[in-house]
């Protein structure tokens, strides 16, 4: 693979110690055996292509054997290959390479990589490009996979699309139809005409209509638009045409409907005072949606959303209400339902901030507060501990950094212990960083699964987000729960990364 720049040696060991690569890396003949042939990148008619500066990059990946995957990639790197256009061609082979539906499973490997990125950039500089060797070595598995299940890829977009002004109406009603085809000349030619703003609108809309597949269809929706604005938006048509695919996924349902509130909510978002993105932050309301979640239907629970919206309370106290619930889910019973109930709201919570569109934005934050009761009822728990009455002992909670390490230790003989331990910690004045750079730290070293990247992502993002308020402390309580323990054994992927810099580095 020709490559993209020639940086000076000084130049090069600055920007590699930087990153965290590490010393000298060995000379670019190493990598002789396991770059593809001219022959080998070639793109057949029967999937889509990429831009053509991003199309090499993507093959290589593509081709390159899993167990040499990482040495290529700080080869790469080291040879002057940027980090967004590495990023941009994982990206893309996902996309081209792994079938969204249905949406999650294997197809973590594509939704994952904007978490991995959020948290590689967060990381101290010697930790930051280990969610990026992670996320490329677990796309490697999943096309692996998805060999073994048919070897499906993205074919090329249909010949025959809608002008630019009927696009976005008839990407909407393709979508109300799950006319999958009519919906895939749609979002190429909104791709192609309507720019970044305006051809996420209706995909914003569609992103937050249905439950099914726990949630992820708005989590990739979310991530996405993460990630292309990270590699650009010129690389957005293939990205926009999976996403478009994967929220027409119905899981083998003959019902084309829309599972969850969705149709109720659009009534109830009608019934929403005019001005209601502003209005007073409220504990006590806060509380009181916390405690419908508890027991109450998805739509009832969405009508007293809107009900506490009406009576002047702001948005944010509804979202604290959605994402304790959540935390709730998670401090009592740790797995996969309770992780979504946390990553959904932060997908939804983000649509709600980056949609324009007024009704989008009701819909999705009455759709965040329907759905926690479904989570809630698949996992049919017995006397759960409520999450906002965790007790802190101001008096005796410890406040020092070094304590921190003690704070995982309890999280790793006992969940929730230790999760009511950090929310002592930071109640009586301890700092949230080292917390979070501590998880972060284990996520790298000990995280083996997507959902480690995703949730940390997701909770990170809202714990920062609650910083103000009285629900950062039961937010983090919770997320020890989730967090890699600290006495779990490495990685296979850490040992791996590690191997590959042995062999590449030369003293």
Not at 5 to 21: M, N, Q, V, W
Not at 40 to 61: N, Y
Not at 181 to 209: C, F, K, N, Y
Request: net charge neutral; hydrophobic share 45%.
């Amino acid at each position: 693979m020709k490559n993209l720049s020639a940086p000076s040696r000084r130049r090069f060991l600055e920007s590699t110690a930087a990153l965290g690569i590490g010393a000298e890396l060995a000379p670019w003949n190493v990598l002789a055996s396991v770059t593809p042939r001219p022959e080998e990148t070639r793109v057949g008619p029967d999937m889509v292509r990429f831009r053509p500066e991003i199309e090499p990059i993507v093959r290589l990946i593509e081709e390159t054997p899993r167990e040499q995957v990482l040495a290529m990639a700080i080869a790469q790197l080291r040879d002057g290959l940027s980090y967004r256009d590495f990023l941009a061609g994982l990206f893309l082979a996902g996309i081209r390479n792994i079938k969204p539906r249905p949406v999650g499973f294997k197809f973590h490997a594509v939704m994952v990589i904007n978490s991995a990125h959020l948290l590689g950039q967060a990381a101290a500089a010697p930790d930051r490009l280990l969610p990026l060797f992670w996320a490329l070595d677990n796309f490697k598995s999943s096309q692996a996979q998805d060999v073994r299940e048919g070897d499906w890829v993205l074919p090329p977009p249909a010949n025959r699309l809608p002008g630019p002004s009927k696009a976005s109406v008839d990407f909407l009603r393709a979508m109300d139809a799950w006319d999958e085809q009519a919906a895939d000349a749609a979002i190429t030619a909104l791709a192609r005409s309507a720019g970044a703003a305006g051809a996420m609108e209706p995909v914003w809309r569609m992103a937050v209509r249905d439950q099914r597949d726990i949630g992820h269809k708005a989590i990739f929706a979310a991530q996405s638009w993460r990630t292309l604005q990270t590699i650009g938006w010129q690389h957005a048509e293939p990205v926009l045409r999976s996403v478009a695919f994967a929220l027409l996924d119905l899981q083998g349902d003959s019902r084309r409907v829309a599972v969850g509130p969705y149709e109720a909510n659009l009534k109830t978002a009608s019934t929403i005072r005019d001005d209601w993105s502003t209005g007073r932050d409220d504990p006590g309301a806060t509380h009181m949606l916390l405690e419908a979640l508890r027991s109450a239907t998805p739509e009832a629970a969405s009508n007293e959303a809107a009900k506490i919206l009406n009576s002047g309370v702001s948005p944010g106290s509804v979202w604290d209400a959605v994402l304790l619930s959540a935390a709730e889910l998670l401090y009592n019973a740790p797995g996969i339902i309770p992780i979504h109930a946390t990553t959904a709201s932060n997908a939804l919570h983000y649509i709600f901030n980056a949609s324009g569109d007024d009704l989008t934005r009701r819909l999705a934050l009455l759709q965040a507060v329907g759905w926690q009761p479904m989570y809630r009822d698949r996992m049919k728990l017995k006397n759960p501990i409520a999450i906002d009455s965790l007790k802190t002992d101001e008096k005796h909670a410890q406040t020092s950094e070094e304590s921190v390490a003690a704070l995982f230790d309890a999280a790793a003989a006992d969940k929730q212990k230790g999760g009511a331990r950090a929310a002592q910690f930071l109640s009586g004045g301890g700092q949230l960083a080292p917390i979070f750079d501590a998880a972060r730290r284990l996520i790298f070293q000990k995280g083996r699964d997507s959902h480690d990247y995703k949730y940390g992502a997701a909770i990170c993002e809202e714990v920062i987000a609650a910083a103000h308020t009285s629900s950062q402390a039961p937010l983090v309580a919770a997320a020890m729960a989730q967090f890699p323990s600290a006495k779990a054994p490495d990685s296979p992927l850490i040992l791996k990364a590690r191997d590959a810099l042995a062999t590449l580095a030369k003293t």
